[in-house]
């Protein structure tokens, strides 16, 4: 237990997170939420792979999923940037804690949308060079893809995300055999034509570029399988 005499009282200095400005532990629903940044992960980055610096626009993509560890739920907001190569070199965005889920998608989201957005609109600049990101899209589980866009869970009725089937229930799985229903499309998910795949307004929709079908896939791209 000496060894632990010479911690920091405060874990935002073992983090070495900045001092001024507003604290960085944010209290919310059910937990709270430690934001990190993604501008400040994106310059972590470019500072410890200096190749990435030749590049203007950085394609990102954000991960998120429920991580359960003794009996609290941490949910991460990753990010992940995915060159040509098979690597991807992932950052931590900001870690939510607490002995439940977030109770708020629009709480646990604000920073992050917000943090998109300004780089969306303004870049970030690092060394008299200016960058931008390409957001390619969220990587989740069904059960986090239903809390981040608000939509019914995998086992309900019209749960599909890529088509507007009805789903029947059989051997307790929901199946949807039919194949030959609407798809579903960006502008159809964002003027909710079907009513009953949605339990709520995701903040999602904040970002412009961001499609709520498009952009989500429901099978973990395969970089994120290796
Ligand atoms: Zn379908």
């Known amino acids: 237990l000496n060894e632990l005499k010479n911690l920091p009282l405060d874990s935002r200095t073992l983090l070495n997170c900045p001092k001024s400005g507003s604290a960085p532990i944010i209290r919310m629903e059910n937990g709270q939420y430690f934001h990190l940044g993604l501008r400040e992960g994106l310059i972590h980055l470019l500072q410890q792979y200096p190749y990435l610096q030749q590049l203007n626009v950085l394609p990102v993509w954000i991960a ?3 991580i359960p560890i003794l009996g609290h739920e941490f949910w991460p907001i990753m990010g992940g940037l995915k060159l040509d190569t098979e690597q991807i070199l992932p950052f931590v965005i900001g870690v ?17 949308i ?5 780089i969306l609109d303004n870049g970030f600049e690092l060394d008299n060079q200016i960058y931008n990101i390409k957001l390619m899209g969220f990587i989740a589980d069904a059960p986090a893809r239903s809390f981040l866009k608000c939509i019914k869970g995998h086992m309900a009725y019209f749960a599909c995300e890529k088509c507007t089937e009805e789903g029947y229930y059989t051997e307790n799985r929901m199946c949807f055999p039919d194949g030959n229903a609407n798809l579903r499309d960006d502008i159809s998910f964002c003027e909710k034509l079907q009513p009953e795949h949605h339990t709520g307004d995701t903040p ?3 970002i412009p ?3 709520l079908v498009s952009n989500f896939s429901i099978r973990l791209p395969t970089f994120m399988l290796f």
């Open 64 to 66: 998120i999923d429920r």
């Open 96 to 112: 939510y804690c607490g002995n439940k889920k977030p109770g708020n998608v629009t709480e646990y989201l604000k920073q992050l």
């Open 114 to 118: 917000e943090d998109i957005n300004h």
């Open 204 to 206: 999602l929709l904040l």
């Open 209 to 211: 570029s961001l499609g």
